[in-house]
């Protein structure tokens, strides 16, 4: 027993560390879920933001890293070389970072996720640049965390920093054209040609924007389907943004038939004129009797719609048509349709076929 005891006694200072970080770790699984049970209720009955960014603190809690730097704790109290030391002390102390990066980064995430919230209730335009923001705001995070950690293990970072600085150009130059989508975003969080919630088109595609990100934008087009443009092709493109519409101009185009009389005609330009006053929300500009067609005299009119809604513009085209189809009846004018007059000069001959000279 006594030999047992003396071939044990070496590892006993191991073993301490090892109770200590499992002691730790045991209490860190009981009591997290409990707190973050607890904590949740509590913040369901609150209106303030804070302890929901605790809770979303206490989730990021990463029970192996409190166990590494509570085991590192454990060794301090031994007596080790000192490349063993070093080594459990760099392994504890990139640990500590490396939880208070998740800490950080968990109440940013929070609080983006609140101010995106918020800003899509009251600011459109700042929640399509909340994306960009927290992404760049997580990369100087990450960045500081890791230059201070290294700082702290005895690395010369100035050195790093220099380094980093010769393989940034290295790696921009590999990654451009995803580089030239992340700025493309930024060009469009800063100029903002469009927000989240805008019904656009570009070229041929029309739908309302649903997501900005760093390298591509989504739409939901009219027939349900997603359709995902890449930043830098999307700001090589003319955007037509009809949700910034306040007013929409309506061209219309009709014929009649040649047979109108003149007085008829000239009836027509002051008829439709009183059929679109009629209507609510518009403002008559002109009709005029645009030329002499083919097969009709055509007419053109044009006014203005005073909301940019399209269903609104419909419903007052449809009572327009139906109205001058109603007092065109009354008024004895006709519609024009395609017609073809063929006109032959002289007398005509019809001649019989062969097979009717035979008969």
Same mark, same amino acid.
Request: net charge neutral; glycine share 6%.
């Given at each position: 027993?006594?030999?047992?005891?003396?071939?044990?006694?070496?590892?006993?200072?191991?073993?301490?560390?090892?109770?200590?970080?499992?002691?730790?770790?045991?209490?860190?699984?009981?009591?997290?879920?409990?707190?973050?049970?607890?904590?949740?209720?509590?913040?369901?009955?609150?209106?303030?933001?804070?302890?929901?960014?605790?809770?979303?603190? !206490?989730? =990021?809690?990463?029970?192996?890293?409190?166990?590494?730097? #509570?085991? @590192? $704790?454990?060794?301090? +109290?031994?007596? &080790?070389?000192?490349?063993?030391?070093?080594?459990?002390?760099?392994?504890?102390?990139?640990?500590?970072?490396?939880?208070?990066?998740?800490?950080?980064?968990?109440?940013?995430?929070?609080?983006?996720?609140?101010?995106?919230?918020?800003?899509?209730?009251?600011?459109?335009?700042?929640?399509?640049?909340?994306?960009?923001?927290?992404?760049?705001?997580?990369?100087?995070?990450?960045?500081?965390?890791?230059?201070?950690?290294?700082?702290?293990?005895?690395?010369?970072?100035?050195? !790093?920093? =220099?380094?980093?600085?010769?393989?940034?150009?290295?790696? #921009?130059? @590999? $990654?451009?054209?995803? +580089?030239?989508? &992340?700025?493309?975003?930024?060009?469009?969080?800063?100029?903002?040609?469009?927000?989240?919630?805008?019904?656009?088109?570009?070229?041929?595609?029309?739908?309302?924007?649903?997501?900005?990100?760093?390298?591509?934008?989504?739409?939901?087009?009219?027939?349900?389907?997603?359709?995902?443009?890449?930043?830098?092709?999307?700001?090589?493109?003319?955007?037509?943004?009809?949700?910034?519409?306040?007013?929409?101009?309506?061209?219309?185009?009709?014929?009649?038939?040649?047979?109108?009389?003149?007085?008829?005609?000239?009836?027509?330009?002051?008829?439709?004129?009183?059929?679109?006053?009629?209507?609510?929300?518009?403002?008559?500009?002109?009709?005029?009797?645009?030329?002499?067609?083919?097969?009709?005299?055509?007419?053109?009119?044009?006014?203005?719609?005073?909301?940019?809604?399209?269903?609104?513009?419909?419903?007052?085209?449809?009572?327009?048509?139906?109205?001058?189809?109603?007092?065109?009846?009354?008024?004895?004018?006709?519609?024009?349709?395609?017609?073809?007059?063929?006109?032959?000069?002289?007398?005509?001959?019809?001649?019989?076929?062969?097979?009717?000279?035979?008969?």
């Amino acid at each position: 027993m006594t030999e047992l005891l003396q071939h044990i006694e070496p590892f006993r200072p191991w073993f301490y560390a090892a109770a200590i970080a499992a002691t730790i770790t045991l209490l860190g699984a009981l009591i997290k879920p409990l707190v973050i049970r607890k904590l949740g209720k509590f913040s369901e009955r609150t209106s303030t933001h804070i302890d929901d960014a605790i809770v979303d603190m !206490l989730r =990021a809690t990463q029970l192996w890293l409190l166990a590494v730097a #509570a085991f @590192a $704790v454990g060794t301090q +109290l031994m007596e &080790l070389t000192n490349a063993v030391a070093k080594v459990a002390k760099s392994a504890g102390t990139l640990a500590v970072f490396l939880q208070i990066g998740l800490w950080a980064s968990a109440l940013l995430q929070a609080w983006l996720n609140r101010a995106r919230e918020q800003a899509l209730l009251t600011n459109v335009g700042a929640a399509t640049s909340l994306s960009a923001v927290g992404f760049i705001v997580k990369i100087v995070l990450w960045a500081v965390m890791l230059l201070v950690a290294l700082d702290n293990l005895g690395v010369n970072i100035t050195t !790093l920093v =220099a380094g980093l600085g010769v393989g940034g150009v290295a790696v #921009a130059l @590999a $990654v451009q054209n995803i +580089l030239g989508d &992340l700025f493309a975003s930024l060009s469009i969080v800063i100029d903002k040609p469009f927000v989240i919630g805008d019904f656009i088109i570009i070229d041929d595609y029309m739908g309302t924007v649903e997501n900005v990100g760093l390298k591509t934008t989504r739409i939901r087009s009219l027939g349900g389907e997603q359709i995902v443009f890449a930043n830098s092709d999307l700001l090589k493109n003319r955007v037509r943004n009809y949700k910034r519409m306040f007013e929409r101009r309506i061209v219309f185009n009709f014929g009649v038939l040649y047979q109108t009389t003149p007085d008829q005609l000239e009836s027509i330009p002051g008829l439709i004129r009183e059929i679109i006053e009629a209507q609510e929300k518009v403002r008559f500009d002109r009709a005029h009797c645009q030329k002499f067609g083919d097969s009709s005299i055509d007419f053109e009119a044009v006014f203005w719609v005073l909301d940019p809604d399209y269903n609104l513009y419909m419903d007052i085209q449809q009572a327009i048509n139906f109205q001058i189809k109603r007092r065109f009846a009354e008024a004895g004018i006709d519609f024009a349709y395609p017609t073809r007059t063929i006109v032959v000069e002289g007398p005509l001959r019809l001649e019989r076929g062969s097979a009717a000279k035979t008969s």
